[in-house]
Nanobody, 119 residues
Framework: QVQLVESGGGLVQAGGSLRLSCAAS????????MAWFRQAPGKEREFVAR????????SYADSVKGRFTISRDNAKNTVYLQMNSLEPEDTAVYYC????????????WGQGTQVTVSS
């Protein structure tokens, strides 16, 4: 049974920081590209950041570039999202995504963690 469990969300003031974690089980973690998406109220889910299966390649949405950092620890089956200089516009539910490196249609999602940034 595949599980992606996000944690680390919460309420923070603008300019503050949070670190999200996503712990994976039931998959060979090192065979999966990992990503973070987010969905704000009334909006569609959007891409935030992605890291390749080896950790050697990362990409970011323009809106978070320079503020957010994605990383992974394959020994701990965990992917992280360090979020700095948070803005009220970053308020959303953040979802972890796992994409099998050999078959990109094989994907799994976590349940999400709420991030709220107050102004």
């Amino acid at each position: 049974q595949v599980q992606l469990v996000e944690s680390g969300g919460g309420l923070v003031q603008a300019g503050g920081s949070l670190r999200l974690s996503c712990a994976a089980s039931g998959i060979t973690f090192s065979s999966y590209n990992m990503a973070w998406f987010r969905q704000a109220p009334g909006k569609e889910r959007e891409f935030v950041a992605r890291i390749s299966w080896s950790g050697g390649s990362t990409s970011y949405a323009d809106s978070v570039k320079g503020r957010f950092t994605i990383s992974r620890d394959n020994a701990k089956n965990t992917v992280y999202l360090q979020m700095n200089s948070l803005e009220p516009e970053d308020t959303a539910v953040y979802y972890c995504n796992a994409e099998y490196r050999y078959l990109r249609d094989l994907q799994y999602w976590g349940q999400g963690t709420q991030v709220t940034v107050s102004s």
